[in-house]
């Protein structure tokens, strides 16, 4: 079975200040790994993925996260944070094995990302 | 493209009542997902397609729900009958081969209360 976690349920920053959002991860082979926002009464978008090569991955809006596979994590970082990246964000895992795990990614329960001006 | 489309976004309803969801995705993406989100659960996956064929239903909690998609521009969720436990924010998502692996687009949603 596959399982993200995401130990801080908020995070709160101040702009132009480092973030990251923590994420950790269970699957028995090789993961796919993920990152999605969500904005008040919107649906997810996507962010940035991890499939394979270089442990850091670049996305959208500046964010980057950092696979490292012995600790199973993948943070979520960004160099300066805007008060426009204010949101929920969720980490998600799907296992590689193939068959009908192809759609089933598993996401995390959400962080809070608060920045303030 | 307009994006996934949902419809109603906000549907609030008598428990008893059926209730039915709707959703049309990208046009050339070949999976489609169902997922409710509430704050107790959080996000989980319902059901699903893969050219209008349902891959896994696993997530579907009881035989009160349904989903349906009768074409690859069309699908359905239906809830009959409804329970206030079943008041959440459901959304409809699709991706494609040519979206990469796992990249979801997903609706806005549609909010539903069971009073």
């Known amino acids: 079975a596959q399982s993200v976690a995401q130990p801080e349920d908020q995070v709160n920053v101040a702009e132009g200040n480092p973030l990251t959002v923590k994420c950790t991860y269970s699957?028995?082979?090789?993961?796919?790994l993920f990152w999605y926002v969500q904005y008040p009464n919107r649906g997810l978008q996507f962010l940035l993925k991890y499939i394979t090569g270089d442990n850091l991955v670049k996305g959208s809006y500046g964010f980057e996260a950092e696979f490292n596979k012995s600790q199973t994590s993948f943070h979520l970082k960004k160099p300066s944070a805007l008060v426009s990246d204010s949101a929920l964000y969720f980490c998600a895992v799907r296992d590689n094995a193939g068959g009908t795990s192809y759609g089933k990614l598993t996401f995390g329960q959400g962080t809070i990302l608060t920045v303030h001006p | 493209d307009a994006g996934v489309i949902q419809s109603p976004r906000h549907e609030v309803t008598e428990m008893g009542q059926e209730v039915t969801l709707r959703c049309k995705p990208i046009s050339g993406h070949d999976y489609l997902f169902w997922y409710r989100q509430t704050m107790m659960r959080g996000l989980e996956l319902l059901i699903y397609?893969?050219?209008?064929?349902?891959?896994?239903d696993s997530g579907m909690p009881e035989d009160r729900f349904s989903a349906k998609m009768p074409n690859a521009s069309f699908s359905t969720l239906k809830i009959q009958p409804s329970e206030p436990r079943d008041s959440a924010v459901y959304f409809c998502?699709?991706?494609?081969?040519?979206?990469?692996?796992?990249?979801?687009?997903f609706g806005a949603g549609s909010r539903l209360t069971v009073l």
């Open positions: 998502a699709s991706s494609g081969w040519l979206a990469g692996a796992n990249v979801l687009t």
């Open positions: 699957v028995s082979g090789n993961p796919y």
């Open positions: 397609f893969n050219n209008n064929v349902p891959i896994d």
